[in-house]
């Protein structure tokens, strides 16, 4: 039993080095003086100075923060009303085709996606002279169409592990269905809604492939800026800028895990009581 | 109000709920005009002829109201050439290979995290958790970045090996078919790990105890055990890792060589660089039979609430 833990525990650490050891060395040469990335010329806030001085990469990033926060929040409207109509309509006529239509995005692979939407953009500007061009407005269709899936099935599971006593002791008090949902359902699903809106905010922000298929001249998001600077060499700011998004992800991680212990523990005292 | 009556009623409001039509409705409208239509538009243009022009190939209906003329072009020739040229063939099979083999050993590195968080209670549990999550928060494509800044020539690993003597001169990993492999490992750890530590959380000690008291060995009671016991989250996990690895376009992109070959950067050459609209299409309507169909028919039989 003895030499099994031992053995667990070193594959376990050597994993968890796999993990980290890249970023680390990331965090390390974004503060390396040297232009040439694996010579150390000493401590240095250079690239940081040289990242905020890039407008090109400040652009991107604003376009992709402004897409990111579009997109998420009509998904999360989207999703939740699938997530809904999967765990509370009760079985329907064309319940497994409901379902397979809302997860179907999940399995598909982003550059049939991608070129997918991009031929019915082509094709309905042709038609219908919408959208012209494309840009921030197919950009955020595009996104919102993949993170509803993710949304509907994070309620959806949220719902069906929820006691249905609370909604049916309003529904026995007279509620009618709009105030049953927004004063009953909402509040207790509202733990799926945040993450299921954080969780699409990072998929939108993080998506090249798509992206690059429905995005016009000029609408560069900040991984397609990203991807071509990596493309061509040497990238000293890159490291700034992925050390400070691994910064603010790492506080955003910290935060959550500090507000959940801390509701863990106001339940088990209200448990007390 | 008799009782049949009432009973009508509710059937007869039950019948056109104009709210559940419209909560329902409203997903589906959308996912119908952004997700669906488009496979029909991307079979369409896969039957049409490319061109030089803005869009790049010949709609297959021409309609002339003035001459009262009508026709319809069907050109067959981009599946043909799809199925002709080896090359194509290759791509998919190689697709396949690559993500079967980055899947194996997605498990083998995921399995001792996801015991160890496992057996760890408490706030270490907590913590170990959010350690494998924390990198999947992060942007993707800068973690790929990672593993190149990390592989390459004169990079860190090649560094500390020739710092420590174990090689005389810098090893070649970078564009390569391993580094692919570490690149989808990587990405998709967290995938694989999640499904097996509630696999792993839901198993009881005690019949690991009760195998070896029995005369397991500790790999017997592995073997005969822990394993079968935690295959449901070996399954899911695969599968979570083998969908998106077998499209994958940007790791083999930015960490494979040129003669890495995966079916997503055949499509995305084929649409950026040679700019063949028709073809692009082809090879994803070829890609959604032959790879996506499968993968949904497996994740329906498998049930639908685990595999997410």
New interface residues.
């Given amino acids: 039993m003895q030499t099994k833990s031992r053995f667990l525990t070193i594959t376990a650490s050597l994993g968890y080095l796999f993990l980290y050891a890249p970023i680390f060395s990331l965090i390390i040469y974004s503060f390396n003086k040297s232009k040439l990335v694996t010579v150390w010329g000493g401590w240095s806030l250079k690239w940081y100075s040289e990242l905020f001085e890039n407008d090109q990469i400040i652009d991107a990033a604003l376009l992709s923060l402004k897409i990111a926060f579009i997109s998420a929040s009509l998904a999360v409207v989207l999703g939740t009303m699938a997530g809904f109509v999967l765990s509370r309509f009760g079985p329907f006529k064309g319940k497994m085709i409901f379902s397979g239509w809302v997860t179907a995005p999940l399995v598909m692979p982003e550059v049939i996606t991608g070129l997918s939407l991009l031929l019915l953009f082509v094709a309905m500007e042709g038609l219908f002279g919408w959208p012209s061009g494309r840009g921030t407005s197919t950009i955020i269709i595009a996104h919102t169409t993949f993170c509803l899936a993710y949304v509907a099935v994070i309620v959806q599971s949220r719902l069906s592990s929820m006691d249905e006593t609370l909604e049916e002791a309003a529904m026995d008090l007279g509620a009618k269905p709009g105030s049953l949902f927004f004063l009953v359902t909402l509040p207790l699903i509202m733990p799926a809604i945040i993450s299921g809106w954080l969780l699409s905010f990072t998929l939108s922000l993080d998506d090249l492939v798509i992206a690059s298929f429905v995005s016009g001249p000029g609408n560069s998001t900040l991984p397609m800026v990203i991807f071509s600077k990596v493309r061509l060499g040497v990238t000293p700011e890159v490291n700034a800028l992925a050390t400070l998004m691994i910064l603010v992800v790492a506080l955003g991680v910290i935060g959550a895990i500090y507000q959940m212990r801390r509701q863990a523990t106001m339940t088990v005292k209200l448990d007390e009581k | 109000m008799s009782m049949t009556a009432k009973l009508q009623k509710y059937n007869f409001i039950k019948k056109v709920n104009w709210?559940?039509t419209f909560?329902?409705g409203?997903?589906?409208f959308?996912?119908?005009l952004?997700?669906?239509?488009?496979?029909l538009?991307?079979f369409k243009?896969s039957l049409s002829e490319a061109t030089i022009a803005i869009?790049p190939y010949i709609d297959l209906l021409d309609v002339d109201m003035e001459e009262a003329y009508i026709s319809l072009k069907i050109n067959l020739g981009n599946y043909l050439f799809l199925f002709e040229d080896d090359f194509y063939l290759d791509a998919y099979l190689s697709s396949v290979k690559i993500a079967v083999v980055s899947t194996f050993f997605t498990l083998l590195?995921?399995f001792?995290?996801a015991?160890?968080i496992a057996?760890a209670d408490g706030?270490k549990r907590?913590l170990l958790l959010?350690?494998?999550?924390?990198?999947f928060?992060?942007?993707?494509?800068?973690?790929v970045?990672?593993?190149?800044?990390?592989l390459k020539k004169?990079?860190?690993v090649n560094?500390f090996l020739l710092t420590v003597g174990i090689i005389d001169e810098p090893l070649i990993m970078l564009q390569t078919d391993f580094a692919v492999y570490i690149g989808i490992v990587?990405t998709y750890?967290p995938f694989m790990v999640l499904p097996l530590y509630s696999a792993l959380e839901k198993m009881d000690g005690t019949l690991i105890e009760a195998a070896?008291d029995l005369g397991c060995k500790?790999m017997q009671s592995f073997f005969l055990v822990t394993l079968p016991l935690a295959m449901p989250g070996v399954i899911a996990g695969c599968v979570l890792v083998f969908?998106?690895a077998?499209?994958?376009?940007?790791i083999p992109?930015?960490l494979g060589g040129a003669d890495t070959l995966m079916i997503?950067r055949v499509?995305?050459d084929e649409?950026?660089l040679n700019r063949d609209?028709p073809m692009?299409?082809a090879v994803?309507i070829v890609?959604?039979v032959v790879?996506?169909l499968p993968?949904?028919l497996i994740?329906?039989s498998q049930g639908?609430?685990e595999a997410?």
């Avoid at chain 2, 077998?246 to 940007?250: L, M, N, R, S």
Wanted: proline share 8%; charged share 10%; net charge positive.
């Fill in positions: 709210g559940r909560v329902a409203v997903p589906a959308w996912l119908g952004f997700f669906f239509v488009p496979f538009v991307v243009i869009p590195v995921a001792p995290i015991y160890a057996k706030s907590v959010a350690l494998v999550i924390l990198p928060w992060t942007s993707f494509l800068l973690r970045y990672a593993w190149m800044e990390f004169n990079g860190l560094e990587y750890l070896q500790p969908i998106p077998v499209g994958e376009f940007v992109a930015l997503g499509l995305w649409f950026f609209w692009a299409s994803a890609m959604l790879l996506v993968i949904m994740r329906n639908k609430g997410v």
